[in-house]
């Protein structure tokens, strides 16, 4: 499906381009995809960049042994796909969606028409990055943790500042997030995360509610 003018006036990272600019980015398309789904995979040629329009995906790497470290995680508004033009046109991690999420997909001639032709994109681009810097930085020290506690606490407080929605029970978490997921990120085993979450229930700092994470205080959170 190619998607239209008013379409792409609710992509926040193009919200400051004109008419002219969304015109040429009308060759791109957006897809749908299922909770679990592959978008792309590490090392394989990538021709387009992705947009996330709804739901969440995770970038990844696995290792030898099978494991899956998560590098990076989008939300809506967000970019991924770009760090191919760095890494022989390959894709550097596999991108995997974390719910059922629309994604724009462009393709690389059509996206890299439009930043020779709308340089101000680049300043929607620079904080991007930054804030995956930032991220970048975040995991590698909640890996550093000891304890499978305090790592989990780490990306919960990432999660919840990241994804977080205010409610009247605390923070809700907008991810459907399985324990391997959390495993995952943490950098420990699903049986290890499962049972650091029921100590963070019992101590009050987390609760599940329809499936998904709350943390009544972030600051609590935070402080433990």
Excluded: C
């Excluded at 650091?196 to 709350?214: E, H, P, S, T």
């Amino acid at each position: 499906m190619t998607i239209d003018i008013e379409t792409l006036r609710g992509v926040n990272l193009l919200a400051n381009l004109d008419e002219p600019a969304k015109f040429h980015l009308q060759s791109a398309v957006e897809q749908s995809f299922g909770r679990g789904m592959t978008i792309v995979r590490a090392n394989e040629p990538s021709r387009s960049v992705y947009i996330v329009r709804e739901g969440g995906v995770k970038e990844v790497q696995t290792t030898p042994e099978g494991k899956e470290v998560i590098l990076a995680m989008h939300g809506p508004g967000d970019l991924f796909g770009d760090l191919a033009a760095f890494n022989g046109e390959q894709a550097p991690a596999s991108a995997i969606t974390l719910a059922a999420s629309k994604i724009l997909v462009v393709p690389k001639e059509a996206w890299s028409r439009v930043l020779e032709e709308h340089p101000q994109l680049n300043k929607s681009l620079q904080a991007q990055m930054a804030r995956r810097l930032t991220d970048a930085w975040r995991l590698v020290r909640m890996l550093s943790r000891y304890t499978t506690e305090a790592r989990l606490k780490s990306a919960l407080i990432m999660l919840a500042e990241r994804w977080g929605s205010p409610r009247e029970e605390g923070i809700e978490i907008g991810l459907d997030l399985t324990h391997r997921t959390l495993a995952d990120l943490a950098g420990a085993s699903r049986e290890k995360v499962t049972r650091a979450l029921g100590i963070l229930q019992k101590k009050g700092l987390l609760k599940v509610i329809r499936r998904r994470l709350v943390v009544p205080s972030l600051d609590r959170l935070v402080a433990e």
